[in-house]
């Protein structure tokens, strides 16, 4: 007889999560999530990912879940030594005993990166080999117009099509729809700040379903054999819609 089945509780999604630009300062978690979602031929190499997050931090976005300070002990012991040195303000006349505030800067101890979305703006229609490269750059990380070509590799900040490079959700927090929470939140925001027209990526034919249910198209096969496997290209128009109730 077999042994019995043993309900699951559904996973919730983690507290305090938070949906911020990445920065260079976010390289090392970065790069460890990428090692944890993505085969080693598919993965962005640290060089890729440290180049991206320097030129265009503001085309990525990383999912954290924060971590709080407790500041309920500092308030107490803000209101004893009140207390024990009789400090008399005028503004705290009515209330002292009853109100302290927070302490002027932030309570976030620690952000742990639990999902990311990477991508530049790009010279082509659609995601090719140079798009997805480095250029040779100058001291000021702008591409050496010395070398042909060299302007149509990687990061082209005049360009109105971003082409997103990679999307991953850790492995711990899959199946909560995390994914589609954080490409929508990406073309949303790229929508409102009007920094390109259209979005693309190349995904596996399995991922096709996903992101056709987030507004992307199919586009068919993509001549790019990125890794020497096939993907799909898709696309996302960007309308630039105002919205009805802005005041």
């Given at each position: 007889m077999s042994a019995p089945s043993q309900t699951q509780p559904p996973r919730q999604r983690p507290q305090h999560l938070c949906i911020r630009p990445l920065t260079i300062y976010d390289l090392d978690q970065v790069e460890a999530l990428e090692a944890r979602g993505f085969d080693d031929a598919e993965r962005?190499?640290?060089?890729k990912l440290k180049y991206r997050l320097s030129v265009c931090p503001e085309l990525s976005s990383?999912?954290?879940v924060r971590e709080f300070e407790d500041i309920g002990a500092e308030a107490v012991e803000k209101k004893k030594m009140k207390k024990e040195h009789k400090v008399e303000d005028q503004d705290d006349q009515d209330d002292d005993d009853e109100f302290i505030l927070p302490p002027p800067r932030s309570t976030v101890k620690k952000e742990t990166l639990i999902g990311h979305i990477m991508g530049t703006k790009i010279y082509d229609q659609k995601i090719t080999e140079r798009t997805m490269g480095i250029p040779k750059l100058t001291e000021d990380?702008?591409?050496?117009p010395t070398v042909p070509n060299n302007d149509k590799v990687g990061h082209v900040e005049g360009s109105r099509i971003i082409g997103i490079h990679s999307v991953?959700?850790?492995q711990k927090y899959?199946?909560?729809?995390?994914g589609s929470l954080l490409v929508k939140d990406y073309l949303q925001k790229m929508n409102q700040q009007c920094v390109a027209d259209r979005v693309v990526?190349?995904?596996?034919?399995k991922l096709v379903p996903f992101y056709k249910s987030i507004e992307f198209v199919d586009d068919g096969i993509s001549k790019c054999k990125y890794a020497g496997v096939?993907?799909?290209d898709?696309?996302?128009?960007?309308t630039h819609e105002e919205d009805d109730d802005d005041m």
């Amino acid at each position: 007889m077999s042994a019995p089945s043993q309900t699951q509780p559904p996973r919730q999604r983690p507290q305090h999560l938070c949906i911020r630009p990445l920065t260079i300062y976010d390289l090392d978690q970065v790069e460890a999530l990428e090692a944890r979602g993505f085969d080693d031929a598919e993965r962005a190499s640290r060089e890729k990912l440290k180049y991206r997050l320097s030129v265009c931090p503001e085309l990525s976005s990383g999912y954290f879940v924060r971590e709080f300070e407790d500041i309920g002990a500092e308030a107490v012991e803000k209101k004893k030594m009140k207390k024990e040195h009789k400090v008399e303000d005028q503004d705290d006349q009515d209330d002292d005993d009853e109100f302290i505030l927070p302490p002027p800067r932030s309570t976030v101890k620690k952000e742990t990166l639990i999902g990311h979305i990477m991508g530049t703006k790009i010279y082509d229609q659609k995601i090719t080999e140079r798009t997805m490269g480095i250029p040779k750059l100058t001291e000021d990380l702008l591409p050496d117009p010395t070398v042909p070509n060299n302007d149509k590799v990687g990061h082209v900040e005049g360009s109105r099509i971003i082409g997103i490079h990679s999307v991953v959700i850790d492995q711990k927090y899959r199946g909560l729809k995390l994914g589609s929470l954080l490409v929508k939140d990406y073309l949303q925001k790229m929508n409102q700040q009007c920094v390109a027209d259209r979005v693309v990526l190349i995904a596996k034919e399995k991922l096709v379903p996903f992101y056709k249910s987030i507004e992307f198209v199919d586009d068919g096969i993509s001549k790019c054999k990125y890794a020497g496997v096939d993907w799909h290209d898709l696309h996302c128009v960007l309308t630039h819609e105002e919205d009805d109730d802005d005041m």
